[in-house]
């Protein structure tokens, strides 16, 4: 079945940074488009980033843009998130998600424990 296991979060000061992955397995990744989500405490999901199946297009929310850098690796069946300049706002359980979303599209439920980000001085 499909699983996807993020990891890399984990309490930051604000401007610092992280790095989040998300191990895939259970289907073909490089076949499917990607995207990280995040909830945070109180909210609904929100969609943060979609990459194509090469990595070649990555899409953002206008309020990750410019900081968070997403990629991913076929081989390793990988996805990344690089999140520079965390703000508290930023703050949320993110998780990675199979499929393509956009800020105009609902973004889904959680499929798996996901990784906390906190931003906290």
Same mark, same amino acid.
């Given at each position: 079945?499909?699983?996807?296991?993020?990891?890399?979060?984990? =309490?930051?000061?604000?401007?610092?940074? =992280?790095?989040?992955?998300?191990?895939?397995?259970? %289907?073909? %990744?490089?076949?499917?488009?990607?995207?990280?989500?995040?909830?945070?405490?109180?909210?609904?999901?929100?969609?943060?980033?979609?990459?194509? =199946?090469?990595?070649?297009?990555?899409?953002?929310?206008?309020?990750?843009?410019?900081? %968070?850098?997403?990629?991913?690796?076929?081989?390793?069946?990988?996805?990344? =998130?690089?999140?520079?300049?965390?703000?508290?706002?930023?703050?949320?359980?993110?998780?990675?998600?199979?499929?393509?979303?956009?800020?105009?599209?609902?973004?889904?439920?959680?499929?798996?424990?996901?990784?906390?980000?906190?931003?906290?001085?």
């Amino acid at each position: 079945q499909v699983q996807l296991v993020e990891s890399g979060g984990g =309490l930051v000061q604000p401007g610092g940074s =992280l790095r989040l992955s998300c191990a895939a397995s259970g %289907f073909t %990744f490089s076949h499917y488009p990607m995207s990280w989500v995040r909830q945070a405490p109180g909210k609904g999901p929100e969609w943060v980033s979609t990459i194509d =199946l090469v990595g070649g297009i990555t899409r953002y929310a206008d309020s990750v843009k410019g900081r %968070f850098t997403m990629s991913r690796d076929n081989a390793k069946s990988t996805l990344y =998130l690089q999140m520079n300049r965390l703000k508290p706002e930023d703050t949320a359980l993110d998780y990675c998600a199979r499929g393509g979303y956009s800020a105009y599209s609902p973004a889904p439920a959680p499929g798996g424990q996901g990784t906390q980000v906190t931003v906290s001085s």
